[in-house]
């Protein structure tokens, strides 16, 4: 009996000893290891400055358009740009573009047939121009300054979310960067998916909250998702206006 009772008592402890320290986990500090900024190692990176996601004419703009309007995303982004410019910080981007061929893919997840289906980022084929120009695959017209100055290293297009099928990496990588600031659309899909492909290629990642935008339909809110996500994975998540004060705190 004593011995039974003497197990019982050992069982009893070792649980709440399990269940406190859950609890701790729970209530224990979350804070981000944040990132360090300078022009040599870091870069910034920005997906899909495209029309499609950006232009009230573009085709995902019902999507996007309200966490645009909240987050300030277009502003924001050409801030980030014309910083970055200023500080001497090189500028990377990671397009989208589909070519007719891509059409005929036999299976997709769910945006993807969305994206497919609403007809995004199309253009005629990768050594055509034709149609291009103002097209929704186009660049937002404010941007072009700044991506189109002979500066800007444009990668080849990732297909589906992530950085896995283009050149981003290699590109990063060829210049020595080993931190990304990144920003631009959308939200829980293209920036999601760069910034947990960087984080497993061993780059740190800081991203930029609120100069990005997620579609929020059906009752799916991936602007709220999108931010848990940043929040929890990248080393840290930054507003605009911290991130431009990092970038040019190393000018004083």
């Given amino acids: 009996m004593r011995k039974i009772l003497q197990c019982s008592f050992v069982f009893s402890f070792l649980v709440f000893v399990d269940l406190y320290g859950v609890a701790a986990a729970q209530t224990a500090p979350f804070s981000s290891p944040g990132m360090q900024v300078d022009q040599s190692h870091t870069a910034l990176v920005i997906t899909d400055p495209q029309n499609d996601f950006l232009s009230p004419k573009g085709a995902a703009w019902n999507l996007v358009k309200d966490s645009v309007a909240e987050n300030h995303t277009i502003e924001n982004i050409e801030v980030l740009l014309k910083t970055a410019k200023k500080n001497k910080f090189k ?56 991506l189109e100055d002979g500066q800007t290293i444009i990668t080849s297009p990732h297909k589906i979310f992530g950085p896995e ?26 920036i999601e998916s760069h910034m947990r492909e960087l984080i497993e290629q061993g780059f740190e990642v800081a991203v930029v909250h609120d100069a990005t935008a997620s579609a929020k339909i059906n009752g799916l809110d991936g602007e709220k998702a999108a931010k848990t996500n940043f929040r929890m994975i990248a080393n840290a998540s930054w507003s ?12 004083r």
């Fill in 165 to 190: 099928a283009n050149d981003l990496v290699l590109q990063l990588r060829k210049q020595g960067i080993t931190r990304v600031i990144l920003a631009g659309m959308s939200g829980n899909l293209c």
């Fill in 91 to 146: 500028v990377f981007v990671s397009p989208h573009y589909y070519y007719p061929y891509d059409q005929k893919w036999l299976f997709g997840g769910a945006m993807e047939h969305v994206m497919h289906d609403i007809k995004m980022y199309q253009r005629k084929g990768p050594l055509s121009l034709e149609g291009y120009q103002g097209s929704g695959a186009d660049f937002l017209d404010k941007y072009k300054p700044y």
């Fill in 240 to 251: 605009t206006r911290e991130t431009i004060e990092k970038m040019k705190s190393i000018q």
